[in-house]
């Protein structure tokens, strides 16, 4: 299912004022494609991103995945949870694995959340850990694991709930340029192959050579979009 951002715009308070961080955004995310989001810091990518998550309501505009509208400046905190839950399957810059747990208890808990019980999706969980080359730690808590296979088993775990939408915010951030866009590779394989709607935002262009598309933000707007060179 697409994901579509329609005229979104994000305000905050900023003292006697306000401070635009989302200006009249529109973009569109095709069904299993992945689209990188660029731009130096404080541009509004972070923000954009919580409003497609429905982290922050957009102060105007929607968030709509196909035709059905998700998220609006009216959208109620348990509505919004309940998307993310349903939906939304979301990576962060730092993998946030619960220490006490294993890998494959990690995307267990999904289910969990969900009123599943963890067994229902322990054969999808182990399909998902091998998909990222992470099987043979499965048993294994966070601090046995290293900064690269934590990343790889957050991936997993955005992915266990079969989300119609998937929010990466700076992937590569803490991993040197081989490990980073080997993670991006497989980021962008994992959304063909489930068919999730990608959204990337990223500081690192060299890392991106396999998403489908990019988008540039300045002063909260986009700036331009373009297909990554080498690809049609």
């Known amino acids: 299912m697409d994901l579509h951002l329609d005229h979104v715009t994000l305000v905050y308070p900023d003292g006697d004022g306000t401070l635009t961080a989302v ?18 810091s404080g541009a509004g990518k972070s923000s954009l991103l919580a409003v497609a998550a429905g982290l922050t309501n957009p102060t105007r505009g929607t968030v709509r995945f196909g035709e059905d509208v998700v998220f609006t400046p009216t959208t109620t905190v348990a509505d919004a949870t309940r998307a993310r839950l349903d939906r ?21 808990l999904h289910a969990h959340l969900r009123g599943r019980r963890p067994a229902s999706v322990r054969e999808r969980a182990m399909e998902l850990l091998d998909a990222v080359g992470v099987a043979d730690h499965a048993g294994k808590r966070p601090a046995q694991l290293s900064g690269g296979q934590r990343q790889r088993v957050a991936i997993a775990r955005a992915l266990v709930g079969r989300p119609e939408v998937l929010l990466v915010d700076e ?16 980021i962008t394989g994992l959304a063909r192959e ?18 489908d598309a990019t988008e540039r933000m300045l002063d909260a707007r986009l700036e331009r979009a373009d ?6």
Not at 171 to 186: M, N, Q, Y
Not at 194 to 211: F, I, K, R, Y
Not at 227 to 232: C, W, Y
């Open 23 to 40: 200006d009249d955004v529109d973009l569109t995310v095709p069904a299993g494609t992945t689209t990188a989001l660029l731009g130096p």
């Open 88 to 108: 939304i399957g979301m990576v962060f810059q730092s993998p946030q694995l619960l220490g006490s747990l294993t890998a494959l208890e990690q995307l267990e």
């Open 171 to 186: 992937p590569t951030s803490a991993l040197d340029h081989e490990r980073g866009t080997r993670v991006v590779e497989l």
């Open 194 to 211: 489930t068919g999730a709607a990608t959204l990337l935002v990223s500081h690192d262009a060299s890392t991106l050579a396999t998403v």
């Open 227 to 232: 297909t990554v060179a080498g690809r049609a």
